[in-house]
């Protein structure tokens, strides 16, 4: 076990670029920080690099940590690491899982230009929820290891694969091997209750704004649209997913 002191030490700086798009891809790893993504992080210790802890905190005496490599740090040390307010003090280092070249699952969640990180992080957790086997994330999404994506996914990176790929590439893969493609557009679509499913399928949503790009929607099978029966114009984009996402692994013969 390892302590260190200074804010200024180069292992505390090289955490710290993790914060950031550009050092994640160099290195391939990122930073998690809660008890809670920790403790998930520990139940998949081959993702885990190591752990980093305030000397302030006491850790649940439930943790095994007799095979991970752990660094003490000063509450300053871990102010400094912390992208949050009220920062709970414990952090952990994760590589980024190696990811199947080819997209061999039967359900799939495609996001399209989704740039909130809160909303990349809720639909991937909900995704889990209903089962997905992977996600994949098209140009302009933000990046899925975006520290409020960690926190907002809540450990279900852990649990299925997030694929970053040109979306247009994906669909094509993707009906080639049979997967049906539902888009989501108020154009040309149909109420997203009459969608039938019955091996597989994939939903792609899109951008907050503007929707999901035209060039996509052409290569769906068909699109859906969820009612609006209020006055709002139109659902937050996670919110929809988890509307579809249900929906559709209900309607599978073999859930």
């Not at 008890?35 to 998949?44: G, I, M, W």
């Not at 007799?66 to 400094?80: F, G, K, Q, Y």
């Not at 994949?136 to 990046?143: F, P």
């Not at 970053?164 to 557009?185: D, H, N, W, Y």
Request: proline share 4%.
């Amino acid at each position: 076990m390892k302590f260190i002191q200074s804010v200024k030490n180069p292992q505390v700086k090289q955490w710290k670029k993790l914060l950031t798009k550009k050092e994640r891809e160099q290195t391939g790893l990122y930073l998690l920080e809660g008890l809670h993504l920790v403790e998930t992080a520990l139940n998949h210790q081959d993702d885990l690099i190591e752990l980093i802890a305030s000397e302030e905190v006491t850790l649940p005496a439930h943790w095994n940590l007799d095979s991970v490599e752990m660094t003490i740090v000063t509450p300053e040390v871990a102010r400094l690491l912390s992208d949050t307010e009220a920062g709970q003090g414990v952090f952990a280092v994760c590589r980024k899982r190696n990811l199947p070249d080819t997209l061999t699952g039967r359900t799939y969640l495609l996001i399209d230009a989704v740039q909130d990180p809160g909303n990349i992080g809720t639909m991937i957790r909900t995704a889990d929820a209903a089962g997905v086997d992977g996600i994949i994330l098209g140009t302009g999404c933000a990046d899925p290891y975006n520290s409020k994506v960690l926190r907002s996914a809540q450990g279900s990176h852990f649990h299925l694969p997030l694929v970053q790929m040109p979306l247009l590439q994906a669909i094509r893969e993707l009906k080639e091997r049979g997967v049906p493609v539902f888009g989501t557009s108020l154009k040309e679509a149909s109420d997203f209750r009459e969608a039938k499913v019955e091996e597989s399928f994939a939903l792609l949503v899109g951008n907050e704004g503007s929707g999901v790009a035209e060039q996509l929607l052409a290569e769906t099978d068909s699109n859906v649209f969820i009612p609006i029966y209020g006055g709002s114009e139109s659902l937050n984009v996670a919110v929809a997913a988890g509307i579809l996402l249900y929906h559709l692994k209900h309607s599978l013969k073999n859930v």
